[in-house]
């Protein structure tokens, strides 16, 4: 199911009213899924109220902003931790629970998350985060992926937050 995701980055305008995003200002970015494919949209946060009041259901979303240019690193590392807890315990979606571990690693390379411990075993299996800028304590499912699932939500996320990819 993850071969044919296909998120796109950010974008710099609204995708309903097509605003422009003025830098550093919040609007919303959703995904969402249509027979196995995704894709992202962003939306200002006025457009996103109609959209919640119309009861528009999307895969999940988070809050973002628009880079000032020099922040960049920043931004990319609280948007991620956004969607982490977005995607808070997802025990029943598999592509969620890939989203999220997948993240989640991928912010303990990054150092916004430590690993503190590990609970469970098999399926049941989770990790024991702690965010760097609060502490907070973060459990991740282990949904245990082939190397290939994780390769591929692992471009999948480079692709929904323009990274560039890393070793
Ligand atoms: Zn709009």
């Not at 071969?3 to 959703?30: H, K, L, N, V, Y």
């Not at 990054?110 to 800028?133: C, H």
């Amino acid at each position: 199911m993850f071969e044919s995701w296909d998120i796109g980055r950010s974008g710099d305008c609204c995708a309903r009213c097509a605003a422009e995003f003025p830098q550093g200002r919040a609007f919303f970015s959703a995904l969402s899924e249509h027979q196995g494919e995704m894709s992202r949209t962003d939306f200002c946060p006025d457009c996103w109220e109609d959209l919640c009041a119309e009861g528009r259901g999307f895969f999940c979303f988070w809050r973002t902003r628009r880079a000032v240019a020099h922040d960049r690193p920043q931004v990319d590392a609280q948007e991620m931790l956004e969607l982490l807890d977005r995607l808070d315990r997802p025990t029943d979606d598999l592509q969620k629970a890939i989203l999220r571990f997948v993240l989640a690693l991928y912010l303990v390379r990054r150092k916004e998350l430590k690993l503190v411990g590990a609970g469970g075993t098999g399926q049941q299996e989770t990790l024991l985060l702690e965010k760097r800028s609060s502490g907070e304590r973060v459990e991740v499912h282990n949904p245990h992926l082939t190397e290939g699932q994780m390769q591929a939500a692992a471009a999948q996320l480079n692709l929904a937050f323009g990274l560039k990819a890393e070793a």
